[in-house]
């Protein structure tokens, strides 16, 4: 079934390299050049450096769909990952942005597999959106790195992705409380 994670071991960074160039030789030998748009952990992992791991790849985008998802399944064969490593059921999830990244970074490239991955304001526009406790850490993570002190600021970048919708009240009180964390690690930091 896709999306089931039931089997296969976990990706971190590296191995998400390796299953990307296990993935682009299995293009290679059908000679396909492919485009696939990812968001969320594997974006982390791999532009902003993450140490942790994921099961999946969570791709919004993938062309053409069925042979790279073919060749993703052979590499899950050959690498022990889950046959579902790389899927596209996210593109269902309601609450995902409505128009695509105009800032998406280009992780991958190559001649045969190009992999492209929503930015950093897009990916904690989606997290603050959700706002659950196993987002919070990104959370702090993407507002450091996007030098982000107000809340103002997090509902400017939210706005431009959801541009008709506010931050849920439950996601802003926790946001706010990120944006508090971080202040009180900055003063420690910058007061020891």
């Known amino acids: 079934m896709p999306g089931s994670l039931e089997s296969g071991r976990p990706l971190d960074r590296k191995a998400l390299e390796r299953a990307l160039k296990g993935l682009e030789k299995q293009l290679a030998s059908q000679e396909v050049r492919a485009h696939v748009y990812i968001v969320v952990s594997a974006v982390l992992l ?54 695509p990244d105009p800032r998406a970074e280009v992780l991958y490239d190559s ?22 406790a196993r987002d ?5 993570l993407l507002m450091q790195q996007l030098g982000i002190t107000t809340m103002q600021e997090v509902r400017e970048i939210h706005r431009a992705v959801y541009p008709h919708d506010t931050i849920p009240w439950r996601s802003e009180q926790r946001v706010e409380a990120c944006l508090r964390d971080l202040l009180e690690e900055g003063e420690t930091r910058g007061g020891s």
């Open 111 to 132: 001649p045969h597999l190009v992999v492209t991955g929503a930015s950093a304001p897009h990916i904690l526009a989606m997290k603050v959106r959700a706002a659950r």
């Open 136 to 140: 919070l850490e990104d959370i702090k």
């Open 46 to 99: 791999m532009a902003h450096r993450r140490s942790r791991t994921t099961m999946d790849v969570d791709a919004l985008s993938i062309d053409p769909r069925d042979v790279v998802l073919a060749g993703a399944r052979a590499v899950a064969r050959e690498q022990g990952l889950t046959e579902y490593w790389l899927d596209d059921q996210v593109r269902w999830v309601p609450n995902l942005p409505h128009q």
